[in-house]
């Protein structure tokens, strides 16, 4: 079982910069694949950035070359690093945990992911 809990939410205004933190109890270890999600309010949630178990890397189109997804297997954490914010960008931002493999197809599908975080609220204004 896998509980994560998400931190380094707050207000920014646009084109400013905010950490995003998830922590997870238990092990991790290399076994997981680590994604963050964001929920609009009236819209579905949607995949932001998923790192795999070896490192790799893949991104929403929208965030491509502004955010940034690492994380740190010794100390069971996955951070998001969003540089350049838009106002567009204001939800609640959800770090989502999937054992095995997770297909490049559907990554960004909430349903593929079955541990979540509790959400951390990120709001830009103009």
């Known amino acids: 079982q896998v509980q994560l809990v998400e931190s380094g939410g707050g207000s920014v205004q646009a084109g400013g910069s905010l950490r995003l933190s998830c922590a997870a109890s238990g092990s991790l270890g290399s076994h997981y694949y680590m994604a963050w999600f964001r929920q609009a309010p009236g819209k579905e949630r949607e995949g932001v950035a998923i790192i795999s178990r070896d490192g790799g890397t893949n991104y929403a189109g929208s965030v491509r070359c502004r955010f940034t997804i690492s994380k740190d297997n010794a100390k069971n954490t996955v951070h998001l690093q969003m540089n350049s914010l838009k106002p567009e960008g204001t939800a609640m931002y959800y770090c989502?945990?999937?054992?095995?493999?997770?297909?490049?197809?559907?990554?960004?599908?909430?349903?593929?992911?079955?541990?979540w975080g509790q959400g951390t609220q990120v709001t830009v204004s103009s």
């Open positions: 989502a945990a999937q054992f095995g493999f997770v297909s490049a197809m559907k990554w960004r599908l909430p349903e593929t992911f079955d541990y």
